[in-house]
């Protein structure tokens, strides 16, 4: 059982910056895949960003390149969201979720596909 815990969120103005961090529980923090994910009021959860084994892989939503960055710390349990240029239609609750596999861009992107999940973190941009 692995538990994740997100932390980070909080309220910015538009064009500003947030660094969400995604500690686990789980010693063998580097077995798994971490993935990004956010849920906006009254829409379904979607994939943000994801990475790999070692930082061997990632893979982010295409709304989201060039403006957010995903990253790790393997001796800290710990996994990163980066996030710059922040607009409003970023705001949402952010989840980290974790997998063993890395299941590749066919559905790494897929929240059913990861077994353990956070409980979340608001990001609000403001205008």
């Known amino acids: 059982q692995v538990t994740l815990v997100e932390s980070g969120g909080g309220l910015v103005q538009a064009g500003g910056s947030l660094r969400l961090s995604c500690a686990a529980s789980?010693?063998?923090?580097?077995?798994?895949?971490i993935g990004w994910f956010r849920q906006a009021p009254g829409k379904e959860r979607e994939f943000v960003a994801a990475?790999?084994?070692?930082?061997?892989?990632?893979r982010y939503e295409d709304s989201v390149k060039g403006r957010f960055f995903v990253s790790r710390d393997d001796a800290r349990n710990t996994a990163y969201l980066e996030m710059i240029g922040l607009r409003p239609e970023d705001t949402a609750v952010y989840y980290c979720?974790?997998?063993?596999?890395?299941?590749?861009?066919?559905?790494?992107?897929?929240?059913?596909?990861?077994?353990?999940w956070g409980q979340g973190t608001q990001v609000t941009v403001s205008k």
């Open positions: 979720a974790a997998d063993r596999v890395w299941r590749g861009s066919s559905r790494t992107h897929l929240p059913g596909e990861y077994d353990y």
């Open positions: 789980e010693r063998a923090f580097d077995a798994y895949c």
């Open positions: 990475i790999g084994y070692s930082s061997r892989y990632s």
